[in-house]
């Protein structure tokens, strides 16, 4: 006890240790360390605090540049801990314990083998930290902002998390892990945020497999808000979450997010995780609305997760009169081996009106005849399938086989944030051809929306009314070509617009029906294939032979 004394009585006549090397050795003993001016450790010395002893600090812990401290039992931070060194520094293989009564703050580069946080106002990371062994939290929130907290391959996390005891990377600031090689088993992020009321909404990962190098890390962020994009409405979630990794290859994981209720807008049995960046957009399992998680199985990559409506893939196949050559019984693409077929979608003007952003970077991939613009409706049945039924509306590419397809030229066809929640039917329209609609509901095969047009009449809506056979070997039926003014029928009014571009080459008009880059006679034999008068002749007046079946 005499050393305790004479060790106690020299801290506490000197704040300032310069110079020199200090051992704290005291075996199973608290004492305080403590003077005007906070404790300040110079340039060159070097202050140990030996196993099994017990520091406490009542000011200020600063480490000048040179200076180090080397923690073997436990040091209690009742205030803030400044180190200066400009590299990571590692402060010792026992345990600081940060249990002040107001907010606390690490500063500087540090690493720290076992780090406690006891104090119920929190403590600020101001600074890059790193903890190696235990992180124990007991009281209180760990604030990032733009900072970064990484755990060690070794590392854990001990106490019972929750709203008022977590992590908060809710800057730019990241929480991060590191595995050990051969890693397989779960790890939970305790993060969440202080965003109005504070949320706890942790995550966890499950590696079943992967090659984890040395120094890897996973790194997680997250918002309580919802993610920033138009085309997540309806029901989601406020909230979401950025992984991303580092070192880690040919991994497969499986992700878990908790939320709270609060986050839910709409109805929460209709959300769906999805990881929502990079593109594409992934859809997994449906929101367990009973536990408040959102589940994603089976990860290659990560991303930004949240909750949103389901994406619908939809696979379609349509054929097209006007570009279709019976002698090969695919369409011509000569709109694109001539470069006439533009990057952007079309249909941003009348009638269609659609302002979708569907771009093709570079070419336009091989084999695509057109854009066409595809709408998903939904109701009992096709003739209860109006417009007021449109769920989702997005330009796609025609290859000549008849398939539509994403921008990619392969994919099928996705729509983001789409609720199909009863029978659903597609439209095809074209900028020359009459649109149509399907004439049953389409089902999921694989997972994907499948629909092919082409195998009978009956396949759109309406039959023959505003359908047709164009080819006899294969037989084949398709859009009815020549509805060059978009008003749903072949008329004399498709045949005037003819006639205004009759003469034009290496053009991309609506009046070019065969789809050969000019407005010549060749176009005006496919509109007078289907011109005519269908009968009985209402009051008179003569109505068209072809119209589009498509509910209005």
């Known amino acids: ?72 039992g436990t040091l209690v931070l009742k205030s803030n801990l400044v180190n200066q060194n400009t590299s990571p520094d590692s402060l010792g293989t026992g345990t600081i314990e940060f249990s002040g009564s107001s907010n606390q703050s690490i ?3 540090n690493i720290i083998q076992n780090m406690t946080v006891n104090n119920s106002a929190g403590v600020s990371i101001s600074g890059n930290t790193r903890v190696s062994g235990t992180l124990t939290l007991t009281s209180g929130r760990v604030t990032l902002g733009s900072n970064t907290l ?21 800057g730019t600031g990241q929480l991060q892990k590191e595995f050990p090689g051969g890693f397989t088993g779960s790890f939970i992020f305790p993060v969440g945020d202080t965003t109005g009321v504070a949320e706890y909404s942790p995550d966890s990962l499950n590696f079943v497999s992967g090659t984890f190098a040395v120094g890897n890390h996973v790194g997680v962020t997250l918002v309580n808000a919802k993610y920033p994009i138009d085309s997540i409405n309806g029901s989601y979630l406020k909230r979401y979450w950025t992984l991303s990794q580092s070192g880690i290859s040919s991994f497969n994981c499986n992700a878990t997010f908790q939320y709270v209720s609060a986050d839910v807008n709409g109805t929460e049995s209709a959300i769906y995780c999805a990881k929502v960046n990079p593109s594409p957009w992934i859809t997994y399992s449906p929101a367990n609305s009973g536990s408040h998680k959102l589940t994603a199985t089976g990860l290659t ?18 054929y097209l009169e006007g570009p279709y050559n019976t002698g090969t019984a695919y369409m011509n693409t000569t709109l694109n081996t001539a470069h006439l077929i533009p990057a952007s979608q079309p249909y941003n003007t009348s009638p269609w009106n659609y302002a979708g952003p569907e771009h093709v970077t ?39 086989d008849g398939t539509i397809v994403d921008l990619d030229g392969t994919s099928p066809l996705r729509f983001y944030n789409a609720a199909i929640i009863t029978n659903l039917f597609p439209v095809v329209r074209h900028r020359n051809h009459l649109a149509i609609m399907a004439g049953n509901a389409v089902t999921q095969n694989g997972g994907v929306y499948t629909y092919n047009f082409s195998t009978s009449i009956a396949q759109a809506y309406g039959g023959a009314n505003g359908y047709k056979q164009i080819g006899i070997s294969p037989e084949r039926y398709g859009m009815v070509s020549a509805d060059v003014d978009q008003d749903g029928n072949v008329f004399l009014s498709d045949y005037n617009n003819w006639a205004v571009d009759f003469g034009n080459t290496l053009v991309y008009y609506k009046s070019d029906i065969d789809m050969d880059g000019s407005v010549f006679l060749s176009d005006y034999n496919k509109w007078a294939v289907n011109f005519g ?7 008179y007046i003569p109505k068209p032979k072809y119209s589009t079946a498509v509910p209005n």
């Open 362 to 400: 570079g070419a336009i991939p091989d084999s695509v005849v057109d854009w066409v613009l595809i709408e998903l409706r939904q109701a009992d049945i096709p003739a209860h399938a109006t417009s007021s039924t449109i769920i989702k509306k997005r330009a796609a590419l025609l290859k000549k």
């Open 301 to 318: 990559s990560f991303g930004t997760f949240t909750g949103a409506l389901a994406a619908a893939d939809v696979s379609l196949k349509a």
């Open 150 to 170: 990484s755990l060690g391959p070794s590392s854990s996390i001990s106490g019972t998390p929750s709203a008022s005891n977590m992590i908060v990377p809710a």
């Open 1 to 72: 006890m005499a050393n305790n004394r004479m060790i106690r009585k020299w801290i506490n006549r000197f704040g300032q240790v310069t110079g020199c090397l200090v051992f704290v050795l005291v075996l199973s003993a608290t004492f305080s360390v403590g003077a005007v001016g906070g404790n300040i450790i110079t340039s060159g010395c070097i202050v140990k605090v030996s196993s099994g002893t017990v520091v406490s600090s009542a000011d200020n812990l600063l480490l000048n540049t040179g200076g180090e401290i080397r923690v073997q």
């Open 533 to 539: 008068t269908s009968f009985p002749v209402d009051g």
């Open 107 to 109: 500063q500087g580069q």
